[in-house]
């Protein structure tokens, strides 16, 4: 009862750690319409993960395991783009908050943006929950004599302290000062996504699709053991391992240079737009269709 | 260039410019199986420097996670299923492994 409760706690702690930063962020912001979205799509996950094992649990022993895994790989690197691109997202949509602009296609993207938020927490927890669910319904397979609310009942158990891990971590950050937040939480997204990326490339590897170049680096677990609590939190919030290989390390590493040139260009763009565009252009009696306010101001 | 061609292809020139693995025939393969009483074999050996393919089944009646820190792999197991798990180029030295769903179960390859 206790593994159980254990096992479902450490699988669920990445995908709370994931929506507990972006609901820090938002509510730090505070974009209560986001952080809705964000509650939404985590529970259409849990929904979804739920039908989809049920619905398909003979199903998926028939469907080759390598593809299954390979699905899971991609399923990471889904994460990982969306990830990244919300990362991006809040780093240009901070900026505009503060400046005030009233921009037209800013509002009309707004939906979409809001879509991107529930999508990465869907994702985040769609693919915990469907490991998680189809381990709890192994075990209530071998486990026949044990009364199967008391399995549900250590798994929910497992989820909750999965929830108050995220929960206590991130009370820590409301005691930065608001630019600090921004940044940290910014910067733990990247972290975040990049350790995703590196397990979809660690699963790659295992399936022999990818050579890891060098297969242990360095070893760091008289550091951080893999088991450790810490070890635990670093390997569920960025990947952490302490015998990585070299592609893995390449791979993590790689993704940060072209990422952070996009945070800082996102930031750039921002100031090239004069604040007082709107008001000095002299909008004309028949303002040509399918062109932005903007537009009209840039020479 | 959009932020997803950018990230596409960088995953493109990742994956060209990983070498491919070796053939299969290469290979050294350990079946493995992962039952209510554990690993069978418990230990096992292979020599250093080669790809090591784990033929690992699951012959109890609940997943299992096939799960190394030693080796730097995972692999959840569906029931009667068996999947296919490689490492490569191991240094000689005692790996341990073990069903990360039940942690009682352990074995160890002995790389000479």
């Known amino acids: ?299 | 260039m959009s932020t997803n061609r950018a990230k596409h292809l960088l995953l493109v020139a990742l994956l060209v410019a990983v070498p491919s693995p070796g053939t299969a025939a290469d290979d050294h393969s350990i079946p493995l199986a992962i039952g209510e009483q554990g690993f069978s074999p418990a230990e096992t050996e292979a020599p250093a420097g080669v790809r090591i393919r784990f033929e690992v089944t699951n012959q109890a009646t609940g997943a299992v996670e096939f799960e190394s820190f030693d080796l730097n792999r995972e692999r959840v197991i569906q029931p009667g299923q068996t999947v296919n798990v490689y490492v490569s180029g191991l240094a000689p030295g005692r790996y341990e492994f073990f069903d990360d769903f039940h942690q009682e179960r352990r074995g160890t390859l002995v790389v000479k």
């Open chain 1, 1 to 299: 009862m206790i593994e159980t409760l254990l096992i479902v706690w450490r699988e669920s702690l990445e995908a709370a750690l994931i929506v507990g930063i972006l609901l820090t962020y938002l509510a730090r912001d505070g974009q209560r319409t986001g952080m809705r979205y964000v509650w939404a799509g985590s529970a259409a996950a849990v929904l979804a993960a739920v039908g989809c094992a049920a619905a398909s649990d003979s199903a998926l022993r028939h469907l080759d395991p390598d593809t299954q895994e390979v699905i899971q790989a991609g399923i990471l690197f889904l994460a990982t783009g969306v990830l990244t691109w919300m990362a991006l997202w809040m780093r240009r949509n901070a900026k505009a908050l503060r400046g005030n602009l009233h921009r037209g296609a800013d509002r009309a993207l707004a939906t979409g943006r809001l879509l991107g938020l529930a999508t990465i927490a869907f994702v985040a927890v769609f693919r915990e929950c469907m490991e998680t669910v189809l381990f709890l319904w192994g075990v209530a397979l071998e486990r026949a004599d044990t009364a199967g609310p008391m399995l549900v009942g250590a798994g929910l158990a497992g989820v909750g302290l999965a929830i108050a891990t995220a929960w206590a971590f991130f009370c820590g950050f409301a005691l930065l000062d608001l630019r600090t937040f921004f940044r940290v939480t910014g910067m733990l997204l990247l972290l975040v996504a990049a350790g995703l990326l590196t397990s979809g490339v660690n699963k790659l590897i295992g399936l022999g699709y990818l050579s890891p170049l060098v297969p242990q680096i360095w070893n760091t677990g008289w550091l951080v053991p893999d088991g450790s609590p810490v070890g635990t939190v670093l390997g569920a919030l960025m990947g952490y391992r302490s015998r990585p290989s070299l592609l893995e390390v390449i791979v993590f590493v790689a993704y940060f240079p072209p990422v952070l040139w996009m945070f800082h260009h996102a930031g750039a763009s921002e100031r090239q737009v004069p604040r007082g565009a709107l008001q000095r252009s002299a909008p004309s009696p028949s303002p040509p269709r399918g062109r932005s306010p903007e537009a009209w101001s840039s020479r």
